[in-house]
């Protein structure tokens, strides 16, 4: 067997997920590796010479403060590449509105969705 694994685009409730999703596509879409439209498509595009087999939805759950998640959307490649590129911080275009979205509760509870494509070699 092979499986590849990784993990696809937080959610957390609908607004915060609009405002990072607007991050995401409409800031830094262009700033992203190519090879990102795998994970976007959940490696189902990637070349896999193997024998698809079933998996369940998974997602691994945290407990994140605001300044968490921020710390992790530094963290992103096309953040980076934005900031190399523009020479200012691409987050500080949504963080008003990521606050507002976040709201007063101090901890939220961020999913990551699994991406598992498993496949065994061909007969």
Known sequence: YIVV???GNLKINLQIDQVIHFLYENILGSYWYPE???VDNEYQTIPFPFQDESVPAMNNSFHWSFSHLMGYLHTWSA????Q???GNNPLELIEQDLKKAWGEQENR???FPLILRVG???E
Do not use: D, L
């Open 84 to 86: 190399q590129k523009n």
């Open 109 to 111: 509870e961020v999913r």
């Open 79 to 82: 953040v980076r590449h934005y």
């Open 36 to 38: 990102r439209v795998y």
């Open 5 to 7: 694994t990784g993990y």
């Open 120 to 122: 065994k070699i061909k």
